[in-house]
């Protein structure tokens, strides 16, 4: 099991990604995190032995994401980036990213990514609060030919507990 000692402040759908990574066997795995936002399931990745490229638009958020890996004595590989301008071609093993679908107009940005981006083999997880926009994307991507299922997490300690889809 991972061992994160501390982060700074993180999502219940970036923990409920955390916990899922910590399940898999990820030794030697290339994954593309993107909005890493504070970072969590990245190190996670990382403390498994996976080679993690965390991505996010913000240098302040890489620079939470770099304070994180420090604190965990983890090296991830971090790169600022845009959807909308997205032009990397680097396949991953997994492609991974908590509460990423929050704005529709950006779905067919990431759409592209997980399509051009995802190693054959490879697998898509996305944590998301049950968000309507982030239904559909699914239900589209489905349609589409993409193999599509989810499991509900509860993630808190004390109510109000948040509802947590691992697509």
């Avoid at 759908?13 to 995190?33: C, D, F, N, P, V």
């Avoid at 965990?72 to 997205?86: G, H, I, K, Y």
């Avoid at 759409?111 to 051009?116: D, H, K, M, N, P």
């Amino acid at each position: 099991r991972s061992q994160c000692r501390r982060t700074l402040s993180t999502t219940p759908a970036a923990l409920a990604l955390a916990h899922e990574l910590a399940m898999r066997s990820l030794q030697g795995k290339r994954i593309l995190e993107l909005g890493a936002g504070t970072g969590l399931p990245g190190l996670v990745a990382r403390s498994l032995g996976a080679h993690v490229v965390q991505t996010d638009r913000q240098n302040l958020v890489l620079h939470v994401c770099k304070l994180n890996a420090e604190r965990n004595q983890v090296e991830t590989e971090r790169r600022l980036a845009d959807w909308t301008e997205w032009t990397a071609t680097t396949q991953y093993d997994l492609i991974v990213g908590s509460d990423i679908l929050y704005a529709e107009a950006l779905h067919p940005a990431l759409e592209a990514i997980f399509t051009g981006n995802l190693a054959p083999g490879g697998s898509l997880v996305i944590s998301d609060p049950f968000r309507e926009a982030s239904l559909s994307l699914f239900e589209r991507m489905q349609a589409s030919g993409w193999a599509v299922s989810f499991d509900k997490w509860t993630v808190g300690i004390k109510p109000p507990l948040r509802s947590i889809g691992l697509f």
